[in-house]
């Protein structure tokens, strides 16, 4: 049996905050503003109980609540952290995704990228929690999304993130003729409620980011790279529908490795950006320790 912790989060709402666990809870997403809404979920009406609860919600591995103004979460997160380690570990029913037929709301909208190749499609809804890259259909084994992408002719690469899905497309295609069949499919899938990736995978991967950005064998200039890698250049290539991994320090030529993932993969301007962008910022912060920023796989 699988054993449950939780880890609290913070949102940037006061009144909601996050409860994370460390196994997938649920395959759709779910709102609940009451106990009588929650009747497919006994988790989330065992939560109604708490007479602060105004919101709950239900979405992969965590539950979210929106508490009423009676009380601030500081003087009762605690206790409803551990009511959920008890309940969960009590393999107790989450939420009854079978008695759920109605399609979730969704919206997905296509936003271009630099890369003319690829596209990104963004969700309303978080869809995974951390990222996966694709190149064929047979890396794509753990993801029913990605490999069913894969059936489309075109499709040479998939990428997936938080809340967006990027597609490399061969030249055959133009995006003018096939964006919009591509995010109708996609909006689909996530309307029915079906998995993106398997829970396995899911913590495979989750373990390989945490890996990433917490590596004790790194030296103290690598370290010092992840960090600026992971707070100021992630957040603008993930705007870009893209992502860049650490790989190595060579400290005697003082040579950053990268791996460039999703639109940021084989983009015309991503030699620009690592030069002019990732490189500068690097030297500007680190100083003679770092000479020169290389795409490894581009």
């Known amino acids: 049996m699988k054993e449950y912790n939780i880890t609290v989060v913070t949102t940037n709402n006061p009144k909601i905050l996050k409860f994370e666990a460390n196994h997938f809870l649920a395959k759709g997403n779910y709102e609940y503003k009451n106990i009588d809404e ?19 919600y239900i979405s992969g591995n ?41 399609k979730q709301p969704i919206t997905v909208y296509a936003e271009v990228t630099p890369n003319p190749a690829v596209m990104k499609f963004v969700s ?7 990222t996966y890259e694709f190149k064929n ?15 489309f002719p075109f499709v040479k690469e998939v990428f997936l993130d938080e809340n967006y899905v990027s597609v490399t497309k061969y030249d055959v295609a133009n995006w003018e003729e096939i964006a919009m069949e591509v995010r109708e499919f ?15 995978a899911t913590e495979k991967a989750k373990e390989t980011a945490e890996q990433q950005v917490n590596q004790t064998q790194y030296d103290a200039t690598s370290q010092q790279i992840v960090g600026i890698l992971e ?23 003082k040579t950053v490795n990268v791996i460039l993932q999703g639109a940021c993969s084989g983009c015309p301007s991503s030699t620009f ?6 490189e500068t910022m690097l030297k500007n912060m680190l100083g003679d320790k770092v000479n020169e920023v290389i795409a490894i796989n581009g």
């Open 186 to 200: 996609i909006r689909e899938f996530l309307a029915d409620g079906k998995e993106v990736v398997s829970e396995a």
């Open 231 to 253: 707070e100021y250049v992630k957040p603008a290539v993930a705007s870009d529908g893209g992502n860049i991994l650490f790989q190595s320090y060579e400290k005697e030529s």
């Open 273 to 278: 950006t690592l030069k002019n962008g990732i």
């Open 137 to 151: 259909i047979d890396e794509a084994k753990d993801s029913q999304l990605a490999r069913e992408l894969f059936h």
């Open 124 to 130: 309303n809804k978080r869809i995974v929690p951390t």
């Open 62 to 102: 965590f539950v979210a609540l929106e508490r009423f103004d009676i009380v601030e979460w500081g003087d009762v997160k605690d206790e409803v952290a551990q009511q959920l380690v008890e309940y969960l570990n009590a393999d107790e029913p989450i939420v009854h995704e079978e008695v759920s037929k109605k």
């Open 38 to 56: 929650a009747k497919n979920s006994p988790l989330a009406q065992q939560l109604f109980y708490l007479p602060f609860i105004k919101t709950v």
